[in-house]
């Protein structure tokens, strides 16, 4: 059983600060940008950002699996093109917590990849953005994800590749730059957590039973690469 225990948008928290505490911060502050089906308008990377592998056909249900997607919010933007896709979002339990009451028949929220994947069926495309990054071990998630799920096919955005061997940083922030949507408290305040750089080579290898199909900077955030793997027997 492979458990997600930090993501994109919870695995951001203070140092003197409780996870839980910060999780369920950072979990309303997403919430409420999922919560209507207008884009919310924010600065940074996710701004202009449309999911465009995650357009198809209206005529079937295709399955996606979100690694990190918050409460959503990637959901909302791929509906449009594609109003019957079902969605399974991979989050913390903070996060899987919170978003709960935005779930529906097409939406649902897991901090297990195995459980996401048996509610989905067959997975056609596992998407990621930003998130990798922050998991205690990238290269053994991709390998579990690969594994456990399966799918058709992988893209991965905002993948920050090292030059050589793979590295981790300690990233400030403020609260109100970790995703969309309106802040839970009054006051804004600073937040550190831990980023990998990643080895290109480690990241690549550890999709086995994938074909990398595509690569290249991902101009949404500078150093960052962009990745597609489809699966070899698909």
Same mark, same amino acid.
């Not at 093109?81 to 939406?107: C, F, H, K, N």
């Given at each position: 059983?492979?458990?997600?225990?930090?993501?994109?948008?919870?695995?951001?928290?203070?140092?003197?600060?409780?996870?839980?505490?910060?999780?369920?911060?950072?979990? +309303?502050?997403?919430?409420?940008?999922?919560?209507?089906?207008?884009?919310?308008?924010?600065?940074?990377?996710?701004?202009?950002?449309?999911?465009?592998?995650?357009?198809?056909?209206?005529?079937?249900?295709?399955?996606?699996?979100?690694?990190?997607?918050?409460?959503?919010?990637?959901?909302?933007?791929?509906?449009?093109?594609?109003?019957?896709?079902?969605?399974?979002?991979?989050?913390?339990?903070?996060?899987?917590?919170?978003?709960?009451?935005?779930?529906?028949?097409?939406?649902?929220?897991?901090?297990?990849?195995?459980?996401?994947?048996?509610?989905?069926? +067959?997975?056609?495309?596992?998407?990621?953005?930003?998130?990798?990054?922050?998991?205690?071990?990238?290269?053994?998630?991709?390998?579990?994800?690969?594994?456990?799920?399966?799918?058709?096919?992988?893209?991965?955005?905002?993948?920050?590749?090292?030059?050589?061997?793979?590295?981790?940083?300690?990233?400030?922030?403020?609260?109100?730059?970790?995703?969309?949507?309106?802040?839970?408290?009054?006051?804004?305040?600073?937040?550190?957590?831990?980023?990998?750089?990643?080895?290109?080579?480690?990241?690549?290898?550890?999709?086995?039973?994938?074909?990398?199909?595509?690569?290249?900077?991902?101009?949404?955030?500078?150093?960052?690469?962009?990745?597609?793997?489809?699966?070899?027997?698909?």
């Amino acid at each position: 059983m492979l458990v997600i225990v930090s993501t994109w948008y919870c695995n951001h928290r203070h140092r003197d600060q409780p996870a839980y505490e910060f999780d369920t911060e950072v979990a +309303s502050q997403a919430v409420s940008a999922s919560r209507g089906d207008r884009r919310i308008q924010k600065r940074g990377a996710d701004r202009d950002y449309l999911p465009e592998n995650c357009c198809f056909s209206t005529n079937r249900r295709a399955a996606v699996l979100d690694f990190g997607g918050g409460a959503g919010i990637h959901y909302k933007l791929a509906r449009q093109q594609s109003p019957g896709i079902r969605w399974a979002v991979v989050e913390t339990s903070a996060m899987v917590y919170r978003a709960s009451e935005l779930a529906t028949d097409q939406l649902m929220f897991f901090d297990d990849v195995e459980k996401a994947a048996d509610w989905l069926g +067959s997975i056609d495309l596992i998407h990621s953005n930003g998130a990798i990054q922050y998991v205690d071990d990238p290269i053994g998630t991709v390998k579990a994800l690969c594994a456990a799920a399966r799918a058709a096919k992988m893209v991965w955005y905002r993948v920050p590749i090292s030059d050589g061997a793979a590295k981790a940083e300690v990233q400030t922030s403020l609260l109100s730059d970790n995703g969309p949507g309106q802040m839970p408290t009054a006051k804004d305040k600073l937040v550190k957590y831990e980023r990998h750089w990643i080895s290109e080579s480690a990241f690549v290898a550890a999709h086995e039973g994938y074909c990398s199909t595509e690569q290249g900077p991902d101009p949404r955030e500078r150093g960052s690469q962009q990745f597609s793997f489809a699966r070899i027997d698909s």
